[in-house]
């Protein structure tokens, strides 16, 4: 019989490796953010400096906006394969308003109307035609891509209006408008997740949406609002993007977005599964991918091991959170 100073220790090692656990599992994104930030500080000098880490901050700001709104879809147990698409179809179609009305205003309404339009197609497949999210958002980006090539004859359009690149291209003391966007999206995302019902709702369908269906939760109004608010960041992630060099390609802009806001998202540690995961641990997600290319930019990797990189990435903190 185990003496009660033995069952004392015991339960104090018990309580220790739930803490841990606990911490783990909470803050594992940023402990790994901070190993890497520190790895990336020791190899290379120039990592620390300040015009680095803003552009380190800018490069991100487009896939990080992207990435919210993938967070929002994965936390009710979606996915959206076709953000990348519909950011080129996006870009297009604005600088088409903008260079026929000469309206900046215009141009960005447009963008909105266009996101926000692909994304409750989405949300309609989804939730009314009962599609997996997989094959919708699919067909999208083949839609999306295919008209953006058909309206701009497989080529870029570029704006007829050169203050429209005052919005990617403009800085409030040293700190880009891109920047301050992503950061404040950040910020309204994470309230709109944490702090409304609309957010709760979204976390319950993702963890059980029969149960979710039988709390009497509008199940199919919930997951067309997701994408149509997918869509929505979106377009104003194409509107910077659109609005840096005031041209957008048909064919090659948003290539790969799906890839790497997936890749922030799961990082971050938003389950594949949905019901799990937090808005701030995709801004983190967003930071290590963009720390890692970074350095290996820095140190002179061909950017062709990038894609390998994020790919191994992914299966690493799959694993993780199977284990968890």
Known sequence: ??????????????????????LWSEYSV????????????????????????????????????VALGMTIVM????????VGSVLALVGVVSILSLNAT????????????????A????????????????????????????IALYIADGGSISGEVSSFTVIANSELWIIDYPIIIFLVMTGLVYVLMQKTRFGRY???????????????????RVKIGVYSLAGLLVSIAAIIETSRLNSISSSSSGQAYELDAI???IIGGTRMTGGRGKVLGTFFGV???????NMMNLMNVSPHLQGFVKGLIIIVAVVFQKRE
């Open 119 to 146: 994304g409750l197609l989405n949300g309609l497949m989804v939730a009314k035609g009962r599609i997996a999210s997989f094959i919708a958002t699919l067909g999208m980006m083949a839609g999306a891509r295919s």
């Open 287 to 293: 930071l290590i991918l963009g720390i890692l290319n």
């Open 30 to 65: 940023i402990i790994a953010f901070v190993v890497i930030f520190v790895l990336a500080s020791l190899l290379n000098p120039r990592f620390l400096d300040v015009n680095n880490q803003l552009n380190i901050l800018m490069q991100v700001s487009i896939i990080g906006i």
């Open 75 to 82: 936390l009710s147990g979606g996915i959206d394969l076709s």
């Open 202 to 220: 979204v976390y319950a369908i993702g963890s059980n949406e029969k149960a979710a269906l039988l709390s009497t939760i509008r199940v199919d």
């Open 263 to 265: 890749a922030a998202v």
């Open 102 to 117: 000469g309206s900046i205003l215009l141009a960005i309404v447009t963008a909105f109307i266009v996101g926000s339009f």
């Open 1 to 22: 019989m185990a003496s009660p100073a033995i069952k004392q220790e015991s339960t104090e090692m018990s309580n220790k490796n739930r803490h841990l656990s606990w």
